[in-house]
């Protein structure tokens, strides 16, 4: 009886043995040990990476804060109050996304925090808007230098809530 289970374990193993393993280069340059042809893993790679190049494509066509606002006839006092509101409101959804990580786990806040505060959205086109103002165009709309102060403030919030989130992130 052992010399059977011996001759089945080691027709086993030979099995495994003589698989063909390939030597493949991976898609930044790792060597990957594969059963599979190179071929066969480089198609799979470009398909994991072509689906979460369209994953990202559909989160940023999903994101309700993408889109073209008109700033350019507003006074300066306007844009102040534009420019804080959506200061106010990032810095907002910044502390809902910090509660969230602390205290839930649902990430729902952070994921609608991020898509508020990223490249070309209302919160990014208001503040560049404002940021293009002269002081001296800031001195004649009669804003004042607590109401800039109020304004820094509240992006020196959303500033600190988007590293806190990264910070998180860059832990897990």
Not at 57 to 77: H, M, Q, R, T, V
Not at 128 to 154: A, G, H, M, N
Request: overall charge positive; aromatic content about 8%.
């Amino acid at each position: 009886m052992p010399r059977i289970v011996f001759f089945i374990l080691t027709l086993s193993f030979s099995n495994i043995l003589l698989a063909e393993v390939n030597e493949c280069i991976g898609s930044i340059g790792e060597i990957i040990y594969t059963t599979k042809s190179c071929d066969e893993l480089n198609a799979e790679i470009l398909t994991d990476a072509k689906l979460s190049e369209h994953k990202a494509k559909k989160e940023l066509e999903n994101n309700p804060y993408l889109y073209k606002i008109e700033l350019g006839s507003d006074s300066p006092a306007t844009l102040y109050d534009k420019a804080l509101s959506v200061a106010e409101i990032a810095s907002l959804k910044g502390w809902k996304c910090k509660s969230s990580i602390k205290y839930t786990d649902d990430n729902t806040a952070c994921t609608d925090f991020l898509r508020y505060i990223v490249k070309g959205s209302v919160y990014n086109q208001t503040l560049d808007k404002f940021k293009q103002l002269s002081p001296d165009t800031l001195k004649s709309s009669k804003v004042s230098i607590s109401e800039l102060q109020t304004l820094s403030r509240e992006i020196r919030k959303t500033i600190r809530h988007k590293q806190f989130l990264l910070t998180y992130l860059n832990q897990l």
